[in-house]
């Protein structure tokens, strides 16, 4: 049974951090592209960060230079670190696993960016 398990999230003031991590479990980790996509209230599904299983990294561009994913194939999990948070980051995020056709999501992590 495949499980990712998300935790990190939570109430932060604009300009802190935030380091989420998602836990994986059921699958051969290393294989798999890992990503971290994000849900605000009333907006679609999008994605915010990626790394591939060669460590090849992509931000979308309203986080880049704020946000870094990194990955621990010797532990199965994949971290985003957030720095400089802004309001507009308020979302759930969601942890996402992908290797060809396979596609799994976690269940989400609130974070909330507000003073």
């Known amino acids: 049974q495949v499980q990712l398990v998300e935790s990190g999230g939570g109430l932060v003031q604009p300009g802190g951090s935030l380091r989420l991590s998602c836990a994986a479990s059921g699958i051969i980790f290393s294989t798999y592209d890992m990503a971290w996509y994000r849900q605000a209230p009333g907006k679609q599904r999008e994605l915010a960060a990626t790394?591939?299983?060669?460590?090849?990294?992509n931000y979308a561009d309203s986080v880049k230079g704020r946000f870094t994913i990194s990955r621990d194939n010797a532990k199965n999990t994949v971290s985003l670190q957030m720095n400089s948070l802004k309001p507009d980051d308020t979302a759930v995020y969601y942890c996402n696993a992908k290797n060809g056709w396979k596609n799994y999501w976690g269940q989400g992590t609130q974070v909330t960016v507000s003073s």
């Open positions: 790394i591939t299983s060669g460590r090849s990294t």
